[in-house]
């Protein structure tokens, strides 16, 4: 095959819809971060979520993350629990507002926050520092849905609000209601490789019109109501624009079956890789309330199986970005660190990528990366164990069925 198979793409709708709508904000001269598409892409994705939540587009998900921690009142001094198994956009804004993480190991079964680990951290920071976390953000990674119900619980018995991060999750559902919809906010993402795109983009999910208020508020540069610029907080220039909301509301007529595509793909994988020895696709638990967008297919390797090429693994320090990463990456001087995947799950990367398909390790544990060694860490080991083994498949829209089955003969010819 020599089409080159990527993680996840940006995908525009068949009837180019979204082309007419960022047209429609030129022809009418709406070219700014406010307007028609902003308020009908943000009246669409209320509906989406059902109805019953207010919704405002920001520039980004991790401006929605900041916003979200700033609408909890999250202080320098404070301390956010936040899921260590994750992308970085879920707790840098922490970092942001002076406060401090404060990492939460994941289960086994979802990959995501741990209740009871959730529940051990609570008690150990009001012992420890004499005062209750002030939020508390769990992260729908690759789409799976947290235990929405457990970490609820907990969240209530101890006031203490819920940011959702369900950037990755956008669709996902827990017992029927959609991700971003239990916590106090929720975190949505349409970054170019996410579930739907506005080529960059976000919005928080809010409980109350009063919340949404206060959130776009912060979103505007926090302007008092004067005829001069009057100003009595520090705000940020974090509105969508009315061209990137043309966009969305574009994407949004095809969100469905962006989410049914994902889901195919994940069933395929399902089916293809019963048999090969070694390698275990990461699937949602038997228990109906879970039903993940699968946004990204995951799957682990087991650390007995060698694959072709396993001896010069992490051998050259890498040059150029893994992946389509935006932007600049910065040299390094060696190839490894001291937390890293498998030399087999790095073979099989290389293999893979020279067979023109882009695999990835899963997302490196934030209480292992060098910027956060000082941050507290309540874990059982389980996501650093999952990094060693775990690697993202490529899913979405732009994965055919033939690209399923040859990604799965190239992962068996791999393996020796
Ligand atoms: C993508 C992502 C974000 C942030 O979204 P951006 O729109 O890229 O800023 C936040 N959290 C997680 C887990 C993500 O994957």
Redesign the pocket.
Known sequence: MDKQIYLCLAHMSKAGLEQKYVKEAFDTNWVVPLGPNVNAFEEDLKQFTGGTHEVVALS????A?HLALIACSVSPGDEVLVQSF??C??SHPVTYLGAKPVFVGSEPETWNMDPVLLEEAIKDRIAKIGKKPKAIVP?A?YGMPYDCKRIMEIADRYDIPVVE?A??GFGSKFDGRILSTFGKFG?L???GN?MITTS???ALVCQSVEDKNTVMWYATQARDAYPYYQHTAIGYNYRMSNICAGIGRGQMTVVQEHIDHHKHVQALYEELLKEVRGVHIHRQPADSRYDSNYWLCTATLDANVRVQGQENAYKEVIKTAVGGAAGVIKAVESATTDCQPNDNVEALRVFMAANRIETRPVWKPMHKQPVYADAPVYTNGVEEEIFKVGFCLPAGPWVTDADVKYIVEKIKEAIL
């Open positions: 980004a998900g991790t401006a993350v994750t992308f956009a879920s992260v990674l991060d950037a990755e975190v993402s349409f970054n996410k960059g983009g976000g």
